[in-house]
């Protein structure tokens, strides 16, 4: 990065990114296109939801319980993350069963090596890995977090151990770490989701980044990626289309995530996932300001996500 006031815009912009595409699409979460259409038009301002307008949901929530793991930790300690998740786990912010009863388990006393498999032998294939990765992206250059597979495994194994999963959060990381470095994201940007491919082990998640660039390459309409990709909250469904939308408008953060959450399904992840890789190219101005002014601002609200982002910037990890 350019230098530390850059460096701090683009972790401070990630976080928010991630919580502005989070508070957008919680909203409409579980919709199908024509209805959010018809209901809503085009959604580009936070609407009224459980909580309340601007108020995300547990997306933002375990990813800004991460960022605070790694500061303690000043990196990866996957016993933290999961004492942190469970800290910070709060019912009301729209978690899974699956996710609440192992969060659950963690704040009993739960070893976080195990409860990755409580509800499926092999783990969950879901996209609540990638949707909270954002910090750990922004923590380490792209080729050293190619050389830390183990990392991202530790900070996800809690609740996600499925190769899907890991792989999705490993895409989303990278992805987050390349946009938010200016001269990883020049050298690559026109073959990104190729070198994406290349860092997964499954070849269901190859499969869906190898069409990401084919869908790019012919300039592919919202509607026809959505139709190839999936909007669900499988990994390889989701991570692959906030992939797709982030470099589609890689220059409007405000058009991807008002594209994002117009995909319906699993908006607000789709859109959460984008606007962390958009917030760590741009930085948080690059956002509406009535987002920011619009975003809950409690004790765990936007001015935490930016003092945490601020502190996360300092961190330089082993």
Do not use: K
Not at 144 to 171: K, N, S, W, Y
Not at 191 to 202: N, R
């Amino acid at each position: 990065m350019e230098n530390r006031s850059h460096r701090e815009d683009r972790f401070i912009g990630a976080l928010l990114g991630t919580a502005f595409g989070d508070a957008l699409g919680a909203p409409v979460e579980g919709l199908d296109r024509e209805t959010i259409r018809s209901r809503f038009g085009q959604v580009r301002d936070f609407l009224p939801g459980p909580r309340g307008a601007g108020h995300y949901t547990d997306d933002t929530q375990m990813a800004l319980a991460l960022a605070r793991s790694l500061l303690r930790c000043g990196g990866v300690d996957g016993a933290d993350c999961a004492r942190s998740y469970a800290v910070h786990f709060d019912p009301s912010r729209g978690y899974g069963r699956s996710a609440a009863e192992v969060l659950r388990a963690l704040g009993d006393g739960a070893d976080y090596r195990h409860t990755g498999t409580f509800f499926f032998s092999e783990g969950s294939y879901g996209n609540g890995a990638a949707m909270r990765i954002a910090p750990l992206g922004l923590l380490y250059e792209p080729e050293l977090l190619q050389r830390r597979r183990e990392d991202v495994f530790e900070a996800i194994r809690c609740t996600h151990v499925h190769p899907e999963a890991v792989d999705g959060a490993m895409v989303q990381a990278l992805a987050v770490s390349w946009m938010a470095r200016e001269n990883a994201l020049q050298a690559r940007h026109g073959s990104l989701p190729e070198m994406l491919a290349g860092a997964c082990e499954t070849g269901s998640l190859r499969r869906a980044l190898t069409t990401v660039a084919d869908l790019l390459e012919r300039d592919a309409s919202d509607e026809e990626a959505a139709g190839a990709l999936g909007t669900g909250v499988a990994s390889v469904e989701s991570v692959p289309l906030a992939s797709f939308l982030a470099l589609r408008c890689i220059d409007d953060p405000e058009s991807a995530l008002v594209r994002a959450v117009a995909m319906g399904g699993d908006a607000d992840t789709i859109g959460a996932m984008t606007g962390a890789m958009l917030g760590a190219r741009h930085g948080w101005r690059s956002f509406p300001s009535r987002w920011f002014r619009g975003l809950e601002n409690g004790p765990d609200g936007r001015d935490a996500l930016i003092g945490v982002g601020r502190a996360l910037a300092r961190v330089e990890p082993d």
